[in-house]
């Protein structure tokens, strides 16, 4: 009996001096923790920054992924659609699949396999034809460099100089070598932007070579 009501007193003083604003062991615990990291995040917040990664297994389900490596995105083959970093999730990216593509449940990984490598061989073939090589840019330049030097119009070079080149070469060396005359830019905005550019930069080498360059005045006895 003289136990229990001591127990009973303990928890009254205890209760007291919490509220008086003294604080025990373990509130004094939680407010170090907090003092030493106030912008740590919680566990939700954490969960929320996760970043999955792509694993090869999900090639299976009709996925392959896209942009940063860090944060990947998952993409699916079948009609090139993009998901949320957050749907790299096995159980995510097979109801995506099995939602909208259910027609495609028989397929093996080998099926998407063969159509992952067809859309990477198209995307480097389009890479190819749009990408203009550094001959023909610097084609592109040397006949701007010339339409300037003659002070002829910009829409020379593309309604009289490229139409003759095309029918030099395609005379002499073949169809071949026409298709590698075709892709020089000569539109009449390309030749603009072109001798703009050269003036840009010939000016600015004009600057440095005058800034490191040292002048001498000289005056003779009439002058």
């Not at 990216?93 to 909208?100: D, G, I, V």
């Not at 992952?116 to 006949?143: D, G, I, M, P, R």
Request: glycine share 4%; hydrophobic share 35%; with cysteine.
């Amino acid at each position: 009996m003289y136990a229990w009501k001591n127990f009973k007193m303990w928890k009254f003083v205890k209760r007291s001096r919490v509220s008086n604003g003294e604080e025990d062991e373990s509130a004094g615990t939680r407010n170090e923790v907090s003092d030493n990291n106030p912008c740590a995040p919680s566990t939700s917040e954490a969960e929320l920054k996760k970043v999955r990664f792509y694993d090869d297994k999900y090639l299976s389900m009709g996925f392959t992924w896209c942009g940063d490596p860090d944060c990947p995105l998952p993409l699916r083959l079948v009609c090139g659609k993009k998901l949320g970093n957050t749907a790299m999730v096995p159980s995510k990216l097979k109801w995506h699949f099995t939602t909208n593509h259910s027609h495609l449940l028989h397929k093996t990984t080998d099926y998407f396999k063969r159509l992952l490598e067809s859309q990477v061989q198209q995307s480097k073939v389009f890479e190819k034809k749009v990408t203009v090589s550094e001959k023909a840019q610097e084609a592109s330049y040397l006949v701007a460099e010339l339409v300037a030097q003659k002070k002829k119009s910009h829409v020379i070079a593309e309604s009289i100089i490229m139409p003759a080149c095309k029918i030099i070469v395609n005379t002499m060396l073949g169809k071949e070598a026409l298709c590698e005359v075709e892709k020089v830019p000569l539109s009449d905005n390309t030749i603009s932007r072109r001798i703009h550019d050269m003036s840009e930069d010939i000016e600015n080498n004009v600057s440095e070579t005058l800034k490191n360059t040292n002048f001498c005045l000289q005056v003779d006895e009439p002058t």
